[in-house]
């Protein structure tokens, strides 16, 4: 009983490690036409502006399961080079929480022809985030006094920036960005008040690389787009991959879409069963689908966790409301769904 209990329990932390980060987890939301929530160079992409809302909850029958609330908005000033965007995120897991705001800056440099139905642009985003982690403690009991355990709600904030570049050009794209670029952060929530030499115990790097790629195939009422998108945390060296593919259909009062994505982690959990030793590997399959209807837009994802040892049997859901506004129909002659 006891190796089965520390078997889900190391499994169970492999498998939510996406969400064991500071600021906001990278989910699949990136999908639903979301660049913008995880690379600050697409704020501001497009002609207009886009409103985007998403909330996703993990294990519905389990009590205190991890929960994402997110709602961005970024737009392009006027005929202006320059973009900006506003993010504010809830993220609870357990007894731990963090609520944040970024606010982004960023500046499109138009490339090659002057031709303006012509998407060839080249992006760069900054986003600075102010974030406030909690730690509830209040329900912690133990016989013996811990003096890791305040037995109070503890919660400090913190400040760091996010960087982004990206390259869009027709039916192509590919982005990149550090987020939690700078170190120093000694997150003092989860070492407050210890006794134990507790500057040994500070991670104060938390930056995270993050780069996407991407193509739209097909120019009549169909299209395809295949995409990667890799993350790698320095600090742990952990590494996940997406590889995700879309279709698009035009229909009269706009679009549908539907896609796949598959997420694999190069990192595993080592484990003994029975006798036998294994290993498993965070490996999530997300199917996604959605509609753009005149302005609006509608996608719900739900992600289900592959492998012999899982914490619930239950997936993961997310569902995504988002509004387009000061846009002209199709500013660029080219299926590209981010910038028209």
């Given at each position: 009983m006891k190796y089965?209990f520390?078997?889900?329990?190391?499994?169970?932390?492999?498998g939510?490690?996406?969400?064991?980060q500071?600021?906001?987890?990278?989910?699949?939301?990136?999908l639903?036409?979301?660049?913008?929530?995880?690379?600050?160079?697409?704020a501001?992409?497009?002609e207009g502006?886009?409103?985007?809302a998403?909330a996703?909850?993990?294990?519905?029958?389990?009590?205190?399961?991890?929960?994402?609330?997110?709602?961005?908005?970024?737009?392009?000033l006027?005929?202006s080079?320059?973009g900006?965007?506003a993010?504010?995120f809830?993220d609870a897991n357990?007894?731990h929480s963090?609520t944040?705001l970024k606010?982004?800056?960023?500046?499109?440099?138009r490339?090659?022809s002057?031709?303006?139905?012509v998407?060839?642009q080249?992006?760069?985003g900054?986003?600075?985030?102010i974030?406030?982690?909690?730690?509830?403690e209040?329900?912690?009991?133990?016989?013996?006094?811990?003096?890791a355990v305040a037995g109070?709600?503890?919660?400090?904030?913190?400040?760091?920036?996010?960087i982004?570049?990206?390259?869009?050009?027709?039916e192509?794209?590919t982005?990149?960005?550090?987020t939690?670029a700078?170190t120093?952060?000694?997150?003092n929530v989860y070492y407050?008040?210890?006794?134990d030499?507790p500057?040994?115990?500070?991670?104060d790097?938390?930056r995270r690389?993050?780069?996407?790629?991407?193509?739209?195939?097909?120019?009549n009422?169909?299209?395809v787009?295949p995409?990667?998108?890799f993350?790698?945390?320095?600090?742990?060296?952990e590494k996940?991959?997406?590889?995700?593919?879309?279709?698009?259909?035009?229909?009269?009062?706009?679009?549908?879409w539907g896609?796949l994505?598959?997420?694999r982690s190069f990192?595993?959990?080592?484990?003994?069963?029975?006798?036998?030793?294994g290993?498993?590997?965070?490996?999530l399959?997300?199917?996604i689908?959605g509609?753009n209807?005149n302005?609006?837009?509608v996608?719900?994802?739900?992600?289900y966790?592959m492998?012999d040892i899982r914490?619930?049997?239950?997936?993961f859901h997310?569902?995504?409301?988002g509004y387009?506004?000061g846009q002209t129909?199709?500013?660029?002659?080219c299926y590209?769904?981010?910038?028209?």
């Open positions: 089965n520390l078997l889900i329990l190391v499994l169970l932390l492999v939510s490690k996406s969400t064991a500071e600021g906001i987890p990278v989910y699949f939301d990136y639903s036409d979301n660049y913008y929530l995880v690379f600050p160079s697409m501001g992409i497009s502006g886009k409103i985007r998403t996703r909850k993990q294990w519905f029958d389990v009590d205190d399961a991890p929960s994402l609330q997110t709602i961005n908005a970024h737009f392009r006027g005929d080079p320059s900006i965007g993010i504010v809830n357990g007894y963090q944040g606010l982004t800056y960023a500046h499109h440099l490339m090659g002057n031709d303006v139905r998407l060839n080249l992006s760069f900054l986003s600075a985030t974030l406030q982690s909690s730690l509830d209040t329900e912690f009991r133990s016989v013996t006094p811990d003096p109070i709600k503890l919660s400090a904030s913190y400040t760091n920036v996010d982004g570049l990206s390259y869009n050009f027709q192509f794209y982005h990149f960005a550090v939690n700078l120093g952060s000694k997150r407050r008040d210890r006794q030499n500057d040994q115990l500070v991670i790097n938390i690389f993050l780069v996407s790629a991407g193509y739209v195939f097909g120019r009422e169909w299209q787009e995409s990667v998108l993350q790698l945390t320095e600090f742990t060296k996940t991959m997406d590889v995700n593919a879309k279709v698009y259909r035009d229909v009269d009062f706009g679009r549908i896609g994505s598959y997420r990192d595993g959990a080592q484990f003994q069963n029975n006798g036998s030793f290993e498993q590997r965070l490996q399959i997300t199917p689908v509609a209807i302005n609006f837009m996608s719900y994802n739900y992600s966790q492998g914490f619930d049997n239950g997936g997310q569902i995504t409301l387009d506004f129909e199709r500013k660029y002659d590209c769904p981010a910038a028209n």
